[in-house]
């Protein structure tokens, strides 16, 4: 599907663009700031918007291709390449959404700096479209690398009384893993002699070349996820940056470790991903478990919704190398679910805390009866995290549960009672914010204006939406994951019975 003109470059780089702008404006005139950075978020999920009503949804090619054929370095053959398939285009969507919500929340919390900190919120923006889009390894490397610089600063510069040693783990974690990767990168260059994503998986590659990639690229994607145990950067990060930080990371930047895998990691390697199969729904398991377990024992409202996002990916993964359609088509799904729904938690969390200044959840108590408004949207996310019927939690973690289920029974049943524990953490936050006495230091409390519930409307309505309704997303991804589905198991082959001795031994 074309539309006749970039869609996707101007999606890319109009954030950065308008990012650049802003250098021109007087740090003096915040205000013309502020409506500059919204103005241009907005009119990027404006244009953004064609990829969800002209996607093409019969088809696993890439669409809304552009440069393809021409090189951008000729020496290296590398090209200026991007396009979306089934599987990335509902991030993109995700990605201009989330922007603007994290503009309207910052509004009035960020003071100092605020001129740096609206363009570094238009950049990372810009890279992490292009990290969905780009159909050439040296360009996706690029953008996978510049929304580091950015987020280190939203931490690092405007985050909490840690925010420097947070920074500096979260920046070490990620640029580790990214430079295996990168090793990674150079060997698929070796031999394909093409950055080209799209040629580098129509090709086959040794089944030990394929273990050594897979690795390497691990190393990037499971830190991202983040998957166990390379996770513990996580909650120093959420718990440290500033809400719109908390909010891209758990909403955006989190997903692109799973996303990697999606299109990189199974693909490229669909011998080596099989054989490690065991070990990743392993990994998956431990982290939906753990991560439960860990919350019920925290103190601080964002840490307790960081270490969630650690078991939600836990799901995430597992639907993923289930290998199944259930599976990986939740997985996806359930992507886009902890997006909004975590999202929309810590959005909730920078309402409350721009009035109390204090994360603590014993400094509040009986919040439902000063801010109602406030109670009912806390409630409606809090159900959805826990994946009640008929929101967007539900579908996303039955397919996922139905998935893992089919792959290994003894999975299937580890991982639904990481469904109990996530209800009783979530449960067990909502009372003692919401239900006990009323404490002194919030009854005087004022509800929530209309820029906070307009922030956090639209995720209120994708949550009833993606609940009632699922196949309008889901039948974005139907033929891409058939595809990709096709591949691996057309690739797999003598080497992967590791793989089936530890599937057959725990069924």
């Given at each position: 599907?074309e539309?006749?003109?970039?869609i996707?470059?101007?999606?890319?780089?109009?954030?950065?663009?308008?990012?650049l702008?802003?250098?021109?404006?007087?740090?003096?005139?915040?205000?013309?700031?502020?409506?500059?950075?919204?103005?241009?978020?907005i009119?990027?999920?404006?244009?953004?918007?064609?990829?969800?009503?002209?996607?093409?949804?019969?088809?696993?090619?890439?669409?809304?291709?552009?440069?393809?054929?021409?090189?951008?370095?000729?020496?290296?053959?590398?090209?200026?390449?991007?396009?979306?398939?089934?599987?990335?285009?509902?991030?993109?969507?995700?990605?201009?959404?989330?922007?603007?919500?994290?503009?309207?929340?910052?509004?009035?919390?960020?003071?100092d700096?605020?001129?740096?900190?609206?363009?570094?919120?238009?950049?990372?923006?810009?890279?992490?479209?292009?990290?969905?889009?780009?159909?050439?390894?040296?360009?996706?490397?690029?953008?996978?690398?510049?929304?580091?610089?950015?987020?280190?600063?939203?931490?690092?510069?405007?985050?909490?009384?840690?925010?420097?040693?947070?920074?500096?783990?979260?920046?070490?974690?990620?640029?580790?893993?990214?430079?295996?990767?990168?090793?990674?990168?150079?060997?698929?260059?070796?031999?394909?002699q093409?950055?080209n994503?799209?040629?580098?998986?129509?090709?086959?590659?040794?089944?030990?070349?394929?273990?050594?990639?897979?690795?390497?690229?691990?190393?990037?994607?499971?830190?991202?996820?983040?998957?166990?145990?390379?996770?513990?950067?996580?909650?120093?990060?959420?718990?440290?940056?500033?809400?719109?930080?908390?909010?891209?990371?758990a909403?955006?930047?989190?997903?692109?470790?799973?996303?990697?895998?999606?299109?990189?990691?199974?693909?490229?390697?669909?011998?080596?991903?099989?054989?490690?199969?065991?070990?990743?729904?392993?990994?998956?398991?431990v982290?939906?478990?753990?991560?439960?377990?860990?919350?019920?024992?925290?103190?601080?409202?964002?840490?307790?919704?960081?270490?969630?996002?650690?078991?939600?990916?836990?799901?995430?993964?597992?639907?993923?190398?289930?290998?199944?359609?259930?599976?990986?088509?939740?997985?996806?799904?359930q992507?886009?679910?902890?997006?909004?729904?975590?999202?929309?938690?810590?959005?909730?969390?920078?309402?409350?805390?721009?009035?109390?200044?204090?994360?603590?959840?014993?400094?509040?108590g009986?919040?439902?009866t000063?801010?109602?408004?406030?109670?009912?949207?806390f409630?409606?996310?809090?159900?959805?995290?826990?994946?009640?019927?008929?929101m967007?939690?539900?579908i996303?973690?039955?397919?996922i549960i139905?998935?893992?289920?089919?792959?290994?029974?003894?999975?299937?049943?580890?991982?639904?009672?990481?469904v109990?524990?996530?209800?009783?953490?979530?449960?067990?936050l909502?009372?003692?914010?919401?239900?006990?006495?009323?404490?002194?230091?919030?009854?005087?409390?004022?509800?929530?204006?209309?820029?906070?519930?307009?922030?956090?409307?639209?995720?209120?309505?994708?949550?009833?939406?993606?609940?009632?309704y699922?196949?309008?997303?889901?039948?974005?991804?139907?033929?891409?994951?058939?595809?990709?589905?096709?591949?691996?198991?057309?690739?797999?082959?003598?080497?992967?019975?590791?793989?089936?001795?530890?599937?057959?031994?725990?069924?």
């Amino acid at each position: 599907m074309e539309l006749g003109y970039p869609i996707l470059s101007t999606v890319i780089f109009l954030p950065i663009i308008g990012g650049l702008l802003l250098l021109l404006i007087s740090r003096a005139n915040e205000s013309v700031i502020k409506w500059g950075a919204l103005a241009v978020s907005i009119v990027t999920f404006v244009v953004s918007l064609p990829l969800f009503t002209n996607f093409d949804k019969t088809t696993h090619l890439m669409q809304f291709t552009e440069g393809g054929p021409h090189k951008w370095i000729a020496a290296w053959n590398i090209h200026y390449y991007v396009g979306v398939d089934g599987i990335s285009v509902l991030f993109v969507l995700l990605s201009t959404l989330i922007t603007i919500l994290c503009i309207l929340i910052s509004w009035n919390s960020i003071k100092d700096k605020v001129k740096e900190f609206y363009i570094a919120l238009l950049m990372i923006e810009g890279s992490m479209i292009g990290v969905f889009c780009s159909l050439d390894f040296f360009l996706f490397y690029i953008f996978w690398e510049a929304m580091l610089i950015p987020m280190f600063l939203l931490i690092g510069v405007w985050g909490g009384p840690r925010r420097v040693y947070s920074a500096i783990k979260f920046f070490l974690y990620t640029l580790v893993g990214s430079v295996l990767m990168l090793v990674g990168i150079i060997v698929l260059y070796k031999q394909a002699q093409t950055f080209n994503i799209l040629e580098m998986m129509s090709r086959s590659y040794p089944y030990k070349l394929q273990l050594m990639l897979f690795w390497a690229f691990f190393a990037a994607f499971a830190v991202k996820v983040p998957m166990f145990p390379v996770h513990t950067w996580l909650p120093d990060a959420h718990t440290e940056a500033p809400t719109a930080g908390s909010v891209i990371l758990a909403a955006i930047l989190i997903k692109m470790g799973a996303y990697g895998f999606l299109r990189f990691s199974i693909p490229m390697f669909p011998d080596a991903a099989k054989a490690m199969m065991p070990v990743m729904l392993g990994l998956s398991v431990v982290a939906i478990i753990y991560g439960g377990i860990i919350c019920l024992a925290q103190t601080d409202l964002k840490r307790l919704i960081a270490y969630s996002s650690v078991s939600h990916m836990g799901f995430v993964t597992l639907g993923i190398f289930a290998f199944n359609s259930q599976g990986v088509e939740g997985g996806i799904l359930q992507m886009i679910n902890h997006g909004i729904v975590t999202g929309a938690l810590f959005l909730c969390v920078g309402v409350i805390y721009d009035r109390t200044h204090s994360r603590v959840i014993a400094d509040y108590g009986g919040l439902a009866t000063p801010l109602p408004v406030y109670a009912g949207f806390f409630l409606v996310f809090t159900l959805a995290s826990i994946g009640l019927p008929s929101m967007n939690g539900f579908i996303g973690e039955f397919l996922i549960i139905l998935g893992g289920f089919k792959a290994s029974k003894l999975v299937g049943v580890l991982a639904a009672t990481g469904v109990i524990i996530g209800a009783a953490y979530m449960l067990w936050l909502y009372q003692n914010v919401f239900f006990t006495e009323v404490n002194d230091k919030v009854k005087d409390l004022k509800d929530m204006n209309g820029r906070e519930i307009l922030t956090l409307l639209p995720l209120l309505i994708l949550v009833f939406w993606i609940g009632v309704y699922p196949n309008s997303f889901l039948s974005f991804m139907h033929v891409s994951v058939s595809h990709l589905l096709e591949k691996v198991n057309y690739g797999a082959s003598a080497d992967m019975n590791l793989a089936q001795i530890f599937i057959d031994l725990i069924r």
